[in-house]
């Protein structure tokens, strides 16, 4: 069912289902690839175009994005029942037209004629298939395809949760190269007074530093660099994306939206902190995160 609870299914898959029914054999496959929506197409024999909206209406119901080819072909066995029937007008013109020839031709001529030479006559006889029950065969073609449909979903689905456990151990590591980030803060302004009050000696020399102007300059350093906002919004998204990873169903585009959210935390910790160890930080946090972004974009 579209977006049941706890599943997470790949927007890439494949399946198949071949069936003998009513003296046919149906064959269905289905082929998905990413899309920003759904776009399912149909390709099958003209004469069963009938069945399409239906085959369509199941695509939907377990499929919400990607973009869908359904093949079908169908093959008779053999046991479809044929119908002879003979063209009555046809028939009737060209007995009147032999009877004519007749009387013109008198009594010497020999115009005798037999069922046998009528029937080989053009256009007199024709065959065809018996008339077909279009509602049973469009239930043969929708039970073939749901099969399908039922393999399809599952190769999605082994594939979701693939790609939701590499996720989850991608978001841990982001977790854990935060929690660096945020054990580093405190040291990066005590560098910074350390760095201060030695250019300071230096430039002054044996002259008395003032230990008020250093406190200040650092607060104002600690207030500029500060990233509390930021980490802890970054852990508030990590927590959504655990959430939407156990709450399932069709969520990339919501996780999509999400790990846009994740870039600019990101980014605006790495803009404030002139430091070194914790720009090597969020470059590694960058990198998981596109990793992430990539894997996203494979998710219905």
């Known amino acids: 069912m579209k977006g049941s609870g706890g599943v997470i299914r790949s927007m890439t898959g494949y399946g198949r289902a071949k069936e003998t029914r009513n003296g046919r054999d149906i064959t269905v496959e289905l082929r998905s690839v990413n899309n920003r929506y759904l776009d399912c197409t149909v390709k099958m ?10 085959i369509k ?26 119908v002879v029937s003979v ?3 046809l028939a009737q013109s060209y007995i009147s037209a032999m009877e004519t020839l007749k009387k013109l031709a008198g009594n010497n001529a020999k115009t005798d004629y037999c069922v046998t030479d009528l029937a080989r006559l053009p256009d007199i006889l024709t065959v065809s298939k018996a008339e077909e029950d279009l509602e049973m065969l469009s239930g043969d073609l929708c039970a073939v395809a ?53 250019k300071l000696q230096e430039v002054l020399g044996n002259t008395q530093i003032d230990e008020s102007r250093i406190l200040t300059e ?34 990339g585009r919501k996780l999509d939206f999400l790990i846009q959210e994740f870039n600019r935390e990101v980014n605006t910790i790495g803009s404030k902190c002139n430091d070194l160890e914790t720009s090597r930080l969020v470059v590694d946090m960058k990198a998981e995160i596109e990793k992430i972004r990539e894997q996203i974009q494979n998710l219905e």
């Not at 024999?45 to 239906?54: G, K, L, N």
């Open 218 to 251: 650092a607060a104002v350093y600690a207030d500029k660099v500060a990233t509390d906002e930021e980490t802890v919004r970054l852990r508030s998204h990590l927590a959504q994306l655990e959430e939407m990873l156990d709450q399932g169903g069709a969520v």
């Open 45 to 54: 024999p003209r004469s069963y175009v009938f069945a399409e909206d239906a």
């Open 146 to 198: 749901a099969a399908a449909i039922q393999a399809h979903t599952a190769m999605r689905e082994t594939e979701g949760a693939r790609l939701a456990l590499d996720i989850r151990s991608r978001a841990a590591a982001i977790a854990a190269l935060l929690a660096k980030v945020e054990e580093r803060a405190p040291h990066i302004v005590e560098d910074y007074r350390s760095r201060l009050t030695a």
């Open 87 to 89: 063209n009555m007008p």
């Open 57 to 82: 209406n199941l695509v939907q119901k377990g499929t919400s994005r990607g973009k869908v080819d359904v093949f079908i072909s169908v093959e008779s066995t053999g046991t479809e029942e044929a």
